[in-house]
C-alpha cells in the first residue's frame, strides 16, 4: 500500500509559479512509477508528467512541455512538479499517482495513462487566472 498526498497547489496569475509535492508514505516508494495528473471541469483526465523513481527519463505532455518540471527527492519519498509560466487553461485539479514501473519503462504515451496506476493522492486545486 502507498498513501500518497499532494499539496501546493492554490491561486495564481497567469505567467505565475507554483510547485506541487506529493508525499508518499506506507510501502516504500522506490520501484514505482509516479505520474502527476490533471482534470478540469467537463474535461478527460491528463497526464501531465511522470517518471520512474529509480531513475531515468521523465514523460511530459506536449501541453506542458518546457513549463513544467517534475523532480523527486528521494530522502524525503516525495515527488514535486515545478510548475511555470502558467496559463489559465492549467487550471485544474492536480493528482498525483503511483504504480508499478512498466508505464514508466515502455514509455511513449503509456506513462499518461492512468489505469496502469494503483494508489491515488486527493488531488490540489490549480486556478490560474488571466
Known amino acids: 500500500q502507498v498513501q500518497l498526498v499532494e499539496s501546493g497547489g492554490g491561486s495564481v496569475q497567469a505567467g505565475g509559479s507554483l510547485r506541487l509535492s506529493c508525499a508518499a508514505s506506507?510501502?516504500?516508494?522506490?520501484?514505482?512509477?509516479m505520474g502527476w495528473f490533471r482534470q478540469a471541469p467537463g474535461k478527460e483526465r491528463e497526464g501531465v508528467a511522470a517518471?520512474?523513481?529509480?531513475?531515468?527519463?521523465?514523460y511530459y505532455a506536449d501541453s506542458v512541455k518546457g513549463r513544467f518540471t517534475m523532480s523527486q527527492d528521494n530522502a524525503k519519498n516525495t515527488v514535486y512538479l515545478q510548475m511555470n509560466s502558467l496559463k489559465p487553461e492549467d487550471t485544474a485539479m492536480y493528482y498525483c499517482?503511483?504504480?508499478?514501473?512498466?508505464?514508466?519503462?515502455?514509455?511513449?504515451?503509456?506513462?499518461?495513462?492512468?489505469?496502469?496506476?494503483?494508489?491515488w493522492g486527493q488531488g490540489t486545486q490549480v486556478t490560474v487566472s488571466s
Open positions: 506506507g510501502d516504500t516508494y522506490s520501484g514505482h512509477c
Open positions: 499517482a503511483a504504480g508499478p514501473p512498466d508505464p514508466c519503462l515502455y514509455g511513449g504515451s503509456w506513462p499518461a495513462n492512468g489505469n496502469s496506476y494503483n494508489y
Open positions: 517518471r520512474y523513481t529509480g531513475g531515468g527519463s521523465t
